[in-house]
């Protein structure tokens, strides 16, 4: 798509328009997404928790890359590629164990959990076969908060840095996020594109009109602050205390414990602590240029959800169900011939009504793509 079809999108959120409506639907911009933004990121594969034991793995695909997480016999965590070297089979599907050796379901060449091949039948026969030379491909792994991620770029640069001061700030609202289990997964097809779903969990300008019972009975929004950083975006708020909907855990009290956090992971996770310590990720998983599936998952001290934590599940489906038609509503919209660009509404004080944090992501997306100076 060429770099002046961007418009008055400017570097300067009090000036810039948004980005085109045709840059969330167009098929060649969905498409050089995949390499410059997808393959270049850090995304989400599992928590530590789901990988507790050797030959226990997690699949996640992005785009046309399949990548397998594994714990080794060692008890190290790799990351490969998910594919045969023989003949391009896929190993792996899901989640659960391998039993000390990853076979493959179409010829059975068996490789060890560290990724070597340890066995191709009738290779014995072949001219020449060496069977060094066919070893999984590796994929740069690293961790979060107990969280494991992946990047398809060898040379990424470590969490650490790219999110400077994200675990501290996680973990001040959650101290003990990396020894919580998964309770709970649920996933939400959407016919719109996954940056209109970051977009839309980027801000809280439509909160007080479309979410009136996490307005009445969860955030205070005149407590709501949002704050950009190179890697990520913070948005923190009081809860509405004795009338709030989110009772509070004594297992998981922390020193902000009567606060909401919730963390965009660029480019298209979601982290959010809820007042007394219950976390979910909000995974805006890439389907197509008018298709996301927003993944759900809960994380508690328990696998069972007490009741209490399961009122909190039902009371977030509720949000969820109400944001959905409002995405598809607008990746409707943005194919009208009627609407070109909008404007970014933001303010110094960075409220619940700024939208400085969708400018931010939009900018990201411009500069990744090369439409923009970095």
Not at 69 to 88: K, P, S, T, Y
Not at 185 to 195: H, S, T
Request: glycine content about 8%.
């Amino acid at each position: 798509m060429p770099q002046d079809a961007l418009q008055r999108f400017e570097a300067d959120p009090e000036h810039s328009f948004t980005l085109p409506g045709s840059y969330y639907f167009d098929d060649a911009a969905y498409g050089s997404e995949m390499p410059a933004i997808f393959y270049r990121s850090w995304q989400y594969a599992c928590h530590m928790s789901l990988l507790a034991e050797p030959g226990d793995y997690f699949v996640r695909d992005i785009g046309d890359q399949s990548v397998a997480v594994l714990r080794g016999d060692d008890g190290e965590l790799r990351a490969f590629h998910n594919v045969c070297q023989h003949r391009a089979h896929r190993l792996l599907e899901g989640q659960g164990k391998a039993p000390g050796v990853i076979i493959c379901p179409y010829h059975a060449w068996t490789y060890e959990l560290g990724g070597a091949l340890k066995h191709a039948p009738d290779s014995d026969n072949v001219a020449g076969f060496d069977q060094g030379g066919f070893c999984l491909s590796p994929v740069r792994i690293d961790s979060l908060c107990g969280f494991v991620f992946f990047n398809l770029d060898a040379g990424a640069r470590p969490m650490a840095e790219v999110y400077a001061g994200l675990e501290d700030e996680i973990r001040s609202f959650s101290p003990n996020v990396d020894k919580l289990t998964q309770a709970y997964r649920r996933e939400y097809p959407m016919a719109a594109n996954w940056k209109n779903s970051v977009e839309n969990f980027s801000e809280c300008y439509h909160c007080p009109g479309q979410h009136k019972g996490l307005i009445e009975g969860g955030l205070d929004l005149e407590s709501y602050h949002i704050t950009v950083h190179d890697g990520h975006h913070s948005h923190v708020s009081r809860d509405q205390g004795d009338a709030s909907a989110f009772p509070l855990d004594g297992d998981h009290a922390a020193p902000r414990s009567r606060e909401f956090g919730g963390w965009l992971i660029w480019p298209n996770l979601s982290l959010e602590v809820y007042p007394g310590g219950y976390l979910n990720i909000f995974h805006h998983t890439p389907a197509g240029p008018e298709k996301t599936v927003q993944v759900i998952e809960w994380y508690f001290a328990d696998e069972t959800p007490a009741t209490e934590r399961q009122e909190i599940i039902d009371f977030m489906h509720i949000v969820r169900a109400e944001d959905i038609p409002i995405c598809e509503s607008v990746q409707r919209g943005l194919h009208s011939m009627g609407y070109s660009q909008g404007r970014f509404m933001v303010d110094a004080a960075r409220s619940n009504f700024s939208e400085h944090a969708v400018h931010d992501f939009q900018l990201k997306v411009a500069r990744s793509l090369g439409l923009i100076a970095a």
